[in-house]
């Protein structure tokens, strides 16, 4: 073997139609220079793998590059570290994976730092909330960017528990125990939905304990005066509100479907509105029968060209403002009978199925008018009765029109109204 050095590694190569050839150092053992038919050289260093028996051999740079001395002093500090007991290669695939796992974690703080929360519920809103109700995805995106407004800005997993319970416990003690609540279902429901596609380890909002009065019960129903005054009050705000209003109450639905009634929606004589299943909360159409009252308000009102929703003064969407026009009628009734109790426009629905079942109407019927999914009727006996009773609704809401307008006129006079049970006896 001879000693390497540049004249001879100059001259080194392979013999015949070999397609390598190598020659060791004799002053440093071990040190090696391999030449290819290709024309490069390189040096390499060799020991036995005391383990397994096995020659090992790593690359520690081209001729060239590196000179003969610094292959040698490269040589001789990894034939050290094998005398100690350590394999160089082993030792240094350790350190190459160390660096990349390292490298991958600052990659992933990098990535969590630009996740922030407001980036979540963003994403939350454009491939989850999509399909969901508007309203629901309006009010969801709005509660949680107003609770966490001091959050959005920093990363979504850095949002701890501690964090989350005192952003709910400032709701409930500023009186907003519901909003509270819905706050925490919203942010479950969006962390949730990260953790499900692996955008982040833990969910923040989970196993959090019930906000003490975030659920409260609704059960109120206004009374034959209060819907009297109701109606008047609706008179006073003028068009959409006063009119949307009394359509609330005369039919018994939602608030946002009616609110974005169309004209394409109502048949021609204005008898019948039929809510299709794309605006229905529960996604089922549904058939709503029009009392004379109804048809009278809708009679009533200007109809624009090329303009289907009824009761917009943009011609493109739907009345908002709800809560303007209830502190509206809450003056206009208070001046009317005084200050009444608290209540909500969703209690007309249940005003309505109450007095009718007051009024001798089946449970079945009530549940067919609200479109509700679930109700009396359930279990095996739900997938055979499959019946509208649509006679039954027209009748009903024919009745519950004419109570409504005697309540606003004030005259609580028994009515040409006779309930089915009476009538069956």
């Given at each position: 073997?001879?000693?390497?050095?540049?004249?001879?590694?100059a001259?080194?190569?392979?013999?015949?139609?070999?397609?390598?050839?190598?020659a060791?150092?004799t002053e440093?053992k071990g040190?090696g220079?391999?030449?290819?038919?290709?024309g490069?050289?390189?040096?390499?260093?060799?020991?036995?793998?005391?383990?397994?028996?096995r020659?090992?051999?790593?690359?520690?740079?081209a001729?060239g590059?590196?000179?003969?001395e610094?292959?040698r002093?490269?040589?001789?500090?990894?034939?050290?570290?094998v005398a100690?007991?350590?394999?160089?290669a082993?030792?240094?695939a350790a350190?190459?994976?160390?660096?990349e796992?390292?490298?991958?974690?600052?990659?992933?703080?990098?990535?969590?730092a630009?996740?922030?929360?407001?980036?979540?519920?963003?994403?939350?809103?454009r491939?989850?909330?999509?399909?969901?109700?508007?309203?629901?995805s309006?009010?969801?995106?709005?509660?949680?960017?107003?609770?966490?407004?001091?959050?959005?800005d920093?990363?979504?997993?850095a949002?701890?528990?501690a964090a989350?319970?005192?952003?709910?416990d400032?709701?409930?003690?500023a009186?907003?125990?519901s909003?509270?609540?819905?706050?925490?279902?919203?942010g479950?429901?969006?962390?949730?939905w990260a953790?499900?596609?692996?955008r982040?380890?833990?969910n923040?909002?989970?196993?959090?304990p019930?906000i003490?009065?975030?659920?409260?019960?609704?059960?109120?129903?206004?009374?034959?005066a209060?819907?009297g005054?109701v109606?008047?009050?609706?008179?006073t705000l003028?068009s959409p509100?006063?009119p949307?209003?009394?359509l609330?109450?005369?039919t018994?639905?939602?608030?946002?479907e009616?609110a974005?009634?169309r004209?394409?929606e109502l048949?021609?004589?204005l008898?019948?509105w039929?809510?299709?299943?794309?605006?229905?909360?529960?996604?089922?159409?549904h058939?709503?029968?029009l009392?004379e009252?109804?048809?009278?308000?809708?009679?009533g009102?200007p109809?624009?060209?090329?303009q289907?929703?009824?009761?917009?003064t943009?011609?493109?969407?739907a009345?908002?403002?709800?809560?303007r026009a209830?502190?509206a009628?809450?003056?206009a009734?208070?001046k009317?009978t005084?200050p009444?109790?608290?209540?909500r426009?969703?209690?007309?629905r249940?005003?309505?199925?109450?007095?009718l079942?007051?009024a001798?109407?089946a449970?079945h019927?009530?549940d067919?008018l609200l479109?509700?999914?679930?109700g009396?009727?359930?279990?095996?006996?739900?997938?055979?009765?499959?019946?509208e009773f649509?006679?039954?609704?027209?009748?009903?809401?024919?009745?519950?029109?004419?109570?409504?307008?005697?309540?606003g006129?004030?005259?609580m006079?028994?009515?040409?109204?006779?309930?089915?049970?009476?009538?069956a006896?």
């Open positions: 073997m001879p000693k390497l050095t540049d004249r001879f590694i001259t080194f190569k392979p013999e015949g139609a070999s397609k390598d050839r190598l060791f150092d440093c040190l220079v391999r030449a290819t038919a290709a490069s050289k390189s040096f390499l260093v060799q020991w036995t793998d005391t383990a397994t028996g020659k090992v051999r790593e690359p520690l740079g001729w590059s590196i000179t003969v610094q292959a002093t490269a040589a001789r500090a990894r034939l050290g570290r100690l007991g350590i394999n160089p082993v030792e240094r350190a190459r994976l160390a660096d796992a390292q490298r991958a974690a600052l990659a992933a703080a990098k990535e969590e630009r996740f922030t929360l407001d980036a979540l519920i963003a994403d939350w809103a491939l989850h909330l999509a399909g969901k109700r508007a309203r629901y309006a009010e969801a995106e709005r509660a949680l960017r107003v609770a966490f407004k001091a959050h959005l920093r990363p979504a997993a949002l701890t528990h989350v319970i005192a952003v709910l400032a709701l409930a003690s009186g907003k125990a909003m509270a609540t819905r706050t925490m279902a919203y479950r429901a969006c962390y949730g953790v499900k596609r692996r982040l380890p833990l923040p909002f989970a196993g959090l019930v003490q009065g975030g659920n409260p019960t609704r059960d109120r129903v206004l009374t034959d209060e819907v005054a109606w008047r009050a609706a008179g003028g509100f006063g949307v209003v009394r609330l109450l005369l018994a639905q939602r608030r946002e009616v974005a009634l004209w394409s048949s021609a004589d008898s019948t039929i809510l299709p299943s794309t605006r229905a909360k529960n996604g089922k159409a058939v709503v029968h009392a009252p109804a048809r009278a308000i809708l009679t009102l109809r624009i060209a090329g289907d929703l009824v009761f917009s943009t011609g493109t969407t009345p908002s403002g709800f809560s209830k502190l009628l809450d003056t009734m208070a009317d005084g009444t109790p608290s209540w426009f969703h209690d007309f249940r005003t309505a199925v109450t007095w079942a007051g001798g109407f449970p019927v009530a067919r479109n509700h999914v679930t009396s009727i359930h279990g095996v006996a739900a997938i055979y009765q499959r019946g649509l006679a039954e609704r027209r009748a009903a809401l024919e009745a519950w029109g004419e109570h409504v307008l005697r309540c006129d004030g005259s006079q028994t009515a040409n109204v006779v309930s089915l049970p009476t009538r006896a």
